[in-house]
């Protein structure tokens, strides 16, 4: 097991570019070193976001950014307009309760009329799983999932394992529970993916009522017991509940669930005494996690991620429109 | 337009479990014998250069009349399901009974319910008088048990099989794939394959109790068959069919969301795709039908779960048809009972078998023409084959409805 948190050049595979895809769909698609890559990429953004009053980085300039939102979204829309304008972008926002989408117009459509726009990259956020997938099958630009449905939020799985390497010094050979509705979680599926591909022991505590069927073929161990499932880990990632699931049809009440699920002060002393404590965002206080450990400085890394997924989504932005650029070596 | 006697020599008989070298006489439409000693005079002769001759397919249970597909398929007969429209009514019946003649007939199969909505039983009488030859419910099953009892034992009372899909409605709703490894890492809404199995279960039940016979148009689960497979040895008067893709396809030709794979019920299992094989060789399955149900881009072009379910499988059911007899799960002679000998039997049409005195629907079968199914140049007015790009072999080459040539 190494501590460190950069992987020397001869990691990366010899020839060719280290990032090899046109778009970034899903972590299905990555090797560990070309997430390693894109982590490593991202910790410079860090540094320039931290650095003062002068947040800016020119290498976009003139470049076109299309963020294009079927699904609402707040602080994700928000993270790739930062992210584009810090790269000196021109960025733009599409929300689908103001666009043709509604007017019955369809997704392939949409997707031709903004491709003909000529973006030079397209952030895509759409509430139906493959619909990203789909836009970048058309286009001519390089494409981001912003999350599709409950299939893949590849930005926040990769702002996460950056956030934790960065904690924890290493995102490897730790424990790692994920709490909550991993059935209709793309933030749980896209993290699954990543974090198991770096070689870490991923636990997936839910009700059975919201665990994926045969999810333990994506190589990871099942809790139905909050108790037990965050035993000894050393991070433990909740996901955001949706109201919709607690009408009874999947749970019974908020209050049984923050009784049996909801993470406690008492209930995190079952973990590592180091262990860090994460959530997607927006949280429900109250049901899925207190406010006391939402907020403790120490171990939670909730507003730490919020600054990661900026610094990450410009590294992915970056990285995509290199051949667009003519950055040397990428081709 | 007077039909001359027609004389097909030189041809592999397909009947038994081998074809056989024989002749064929066709004489006012009908199969007037086989190895005809005599000839009339005026017969017009076909030399079929040792091809099979075989009945013409009757495709059971398919959502549009795609007569281009049909024809390409070596299809005679369709029988279409009662979706469109829907098929409640003795005049809507009356029309798409017509819709295909002369050179394609199409048994509407009628409305067990008024609108298809599983609630009031549908004028089933009337329907069949208009020409409706069973009776279905549709794409989806009745969930009411009450109502489904009384359209059993209602559509019996006329002689009618009524044509199930089963799945449970419960378990179904929202779900777009069987649960399982794919459908998690798609993020696709799933159901359990057992979907089935309940809905098969209950259905056979009420069987039981009313000895209507039943007809489950897709049975693609080692549980719903075993079910079907108790239910034969009872003597129960079941049949169940299946399509090719079930049969072929397992859930993992979902991945990369490709809608064309988007069936109803949807793909399964690797395990359940072999025990539909074992089942189709053991004879537990009945019949082979395409579920032919073209659907164009504006269907189709969608992400997974907003994309309609079904495919275009007219014109791949005799190539992969044969694909299972080249592989040794079933005989020639089986694959045309599973085509066209049971289907006819279920309807009640006097064709489906090369026998004297049935209507003279025939197909030339160049059992060895490979090919290549390409999405882009169907017959079908559109083209969401999942075996797209899949060689294949075997065609039609020569067709004869009631005698008469169309192709």
Redesign the interface.
Known sequence: MTTSTLRPASDYPPGGDAFRHRHLIGI?QLTPWEISYVLDAAEQWVDLNRSGAAKHDDRLAGLTIINAFFENSTRTLLSFEIAGKRLGADVVNMHAAQSSVKKGE???DTAMTLNAMRADAMVIR?G????V??IADKVDCPVLNAG?????HPTQALLDALTIRRRLGRVEGLTIAICGDVLHS?VA?SNILALTLLGNEVRVVAPPTLT????D??HVTTFTDMDEGIRDADVVMMLRLQNERMDGAYLPSAREYHALYGLTEKRLEKAKPDAIVMHPGPMNRGVEIDSNVADDPVRSTITEQVEMGVAVRMACLDILTRRKRGVAGWN | MELKPLHITNAQLVGADTPRAGSLLVVDGRIAALDPAEIPDGTETVDAKGQWLAPGIIDLGVFATDKPAFHFGGITRAALMPDNGPLDGAGLVERAAKGGKPDLWVHPLAAATKGLAGKELAEIGLMKQAGARAIATGRARIADSGVMRRVLAYAASLGLVTIIHAEDEGLTAGAVATDGEMATRLGLASAPAIAEAIAIARDLALVEETGAPVHFRQVTTARGLELIRAAKAKGLPVLCGITPAHLLLSDTAIGDFRTFARLSPPLRSEDDRHACLAAIADGTIDILASGHDPRGPEDKRLPFAEALPGMAGAETLLALGLGLVRDGHISPGRLFELLAGTPACLLGVDAGKLAVGKEADLILVDEGTPWQVDAKKMAAWAGNTPFDGMPVQGRATMMWKGGLRIR
């Open positions: 299905a369809t997704l392939i759409h139906s799983s493959g619909a997938q789909l599709d449905g409950r299939h893949e793309r599926r994926p069927p045969a999810i073929r994506m």
